[in-house]
């Protein structure tokens, strides 16, 4: 079977990818620009996978023409959640819906495959509402459309897995706004995927509508709860009618991985009771779906074997607006700190340090001083250190890392490029080269580059240059020197 995932770069796009490639089906994957997607992890695990990427913006519909027009299933799992307002949000799903119908009425297709929001009750948060509109432009389609809608999707990296699991283990006493006592009725990762794959080409599930939930339905207060006693942890949660949405999404930005805009976002729908009412789908697709208290602990197991195939961070929210292969490091017009130092150790130790930086392991020098400027980057809306990195010892071209993005990860070469998306007067990299010196001694080369933008710029590098002599040189020879622990 021919297949075409949009947003084929997001956290279910991917997972979707993956078990689609294990049925020997063959797949397009449509992202802005290849390396939006990391091909590695695919070809891994399925070195002979007919995976095709297609370069393609659902905002220029010109460039949709990649397409081929023998697609026999699509699957639209594009959001714009993270736009800078509700507007934004709105407008970029309904126009991106539109270009995807227009483009997709020239082909073959036989049914596309939606996966929205569980929206039952009134009046819908501006979230869920945009999520009925792209579900109304699908139908309007000349071929059939199936809508799947979700509540809380539960799974290792995913965005409601990673906010319940960053407020319930760094907070022992939570005082909650009082969407806390919200009904929903969450499902498991796995049985998501489940039904996107069970509903393809099924007859009966054309035209149609179906919400998609687990066996439980379950207060926010209860699913924190649940996560604290699956991880043994005693935690006190009460409630209180003072809390207005926007101090409710500051501070769930400022606890966990979600920035401001998201944080908003979800804070909006909160209000939301989500529970499966459109049923049907156990008819098409019959399947075990698993509970609550299974699904966290599935995923449970899959981060503490840092397992974790896709997150929620991957579909580039803060690079949205560039082509991420066009971000290179400048040479020109900036400001640089150079470290360089041979040494005597194994170099494959050496590169493993590299490997390992950023996230629990931290940036081996003055951490504190990098958790303080993570803390003012979120404070002026940025991303802080909240994103971590990737779980493993691997590094992939795209992968958040903290406040950085990975521009270049070559392990053979051992260079290892990465992006500031921290709030900065400017844009900065920071880049890790291990090579032979002009003796032939092994060295590490590591580059801090800033590009000013105007004046606060260049008085942002010089306030900044005292903390950058200890910080950047402290860094390097740690790298060289620390002893890394599996």
């Known amino acids: 079977m021919r297949i075409l995932v949009t947003g084929a770069n997001g956290y279910i796009g991917q997972r979707l990818i993956r078990d689609l490639l294990l049925e020997a089906n063959i797949v397009y994957a449509m992202v802005r620009h290849e390396s939006r997607l990391q091909t590695e992890k695919f070809n891994k695990r399925h070195p002979d996978a007919k995976l095709n990427i297609i370069n393609a913006d659902l905002l220029e519909p010109e460039t949709l023409k990649n397409i081929p027009d ?9 959001h714009s959640m993270s736009g800078k307002t509700s507007k934004d949000f709105e407008e970029l799903e309904k126009l991106c819906a539109q270009n995807f119908v227009n483009r997709m009425n020239q082909t073959k297709l036989k ?14 948060s501006k979230h869920l509402r945009s999520r009925v509109n792209v579900e109304n432009i699908l139908r309007t389609a000349k071929f059939p459309a199936t809508v799947l809608r979700a509540a809380i999707i539960i799974g290792s990296g995913s965005a409601s897995f990673e906010i319940i699991r960053d407020l319930t283990e760094k907070l022992p006493i939570m005082l909650a706004p009082k969407w806390i006592t919200t009904k929903c009725q969450p499902i498991g990762i796995k049985n998501v995927i489940e039904y996107l794959k069970g509903v393809m080409l099924q007859e009966k599930a054309y035209g149609e509508i179906f919400d998609i939930g687990g066996p439980d339905i379950l207060s926010y207060r209860s699913m924190l709860y ?6 043994g942890l005693k935690r006190w949660i009460f409630s209180t009618y003072f809390l207005p949405p926007r101090f409710s999404a500051r501070w769930l930005s400022l606890i966990t991985t979600a920035d401001f805009s998201l944080a908003k976002n979800l804070v909006t729908s909160l209000k939301n009771e989500v529970i499966v009412k459109k049923t049907g789908i156990e008819k098409i697709v019959p399947i075990k779906c698993y509970s609550y208290e299974e699904s ?11 397992d974790v195939f896709s997150s929620w961070k991957d579909a580039f ?5 560039k082509n991420f292969v066009d971000i290179e490091v400048p040479e020109y017009g900036c400001f640089f700190d150079r470290q360089e130092f041979e040494f005597d150790r194994d170099i494959e130790e050496v590169k493993n340090n590299i490997w390992n930086i950023g996230g629990e392991r931290g940036w081996y020098y003055w951490d504190w001083a990098w958790k303080i400027r993570g803390l003012l980057d979120i404070l002026f809306g940025g991303v802080g250190l909240r994103r971590g990195r990737r779980g493993g010892t691997q590094l992939y071209q795209g992968d958040a890392l903290d406040f950085w993005r990975v521009l270049k990860a070559d392990k053979v070469k ?11 007067p400017g844009e900065a ?4 080269i291990v090579d032979k010196g002009p003796n032939g001694k092994n060295r590490l080369r590591q580059i801090a580059t800033f590009r000013p933008a105007g004046l606060w710029g260049r008085l942002y590098w010089f306030l900044m240059m005292p903390a950058h002599i200890f910080i950047f040189k402290g860094m390097a020879k740690s790298i060289i020197n620390t002893k890394h622990t599996n």
């Not at 649940?226 to 991880?231: D, F, L, M, Q």
Request: net charge negative; hydrophobic share 50%; charged share 20%.
């Open 70 to 78: 023998d697609i026999d299933v699509a699957y639209y799992l594009v």
């Open 111 to 124: 049914q596309v495959i939606y996966l929205g929001g569980i929206a039952n009750s009134n009046p819908l």
């Open 226 to 231: 649940g996560y604290a006693k699956a991880r």
């Open 296 to 306: 966290l602990q599935r995923s449970l197991i899959k981060v503490s074997e840092e």
């Open 317 to 321: 929210i803060y690079l949205a607006s």
């Open 414 to 424: 051992c260079h290892l490029a990465l992006y500031a998306e921290m709030k900065l």
């Open 429 to 432: 990299f920071l880049e890790f």
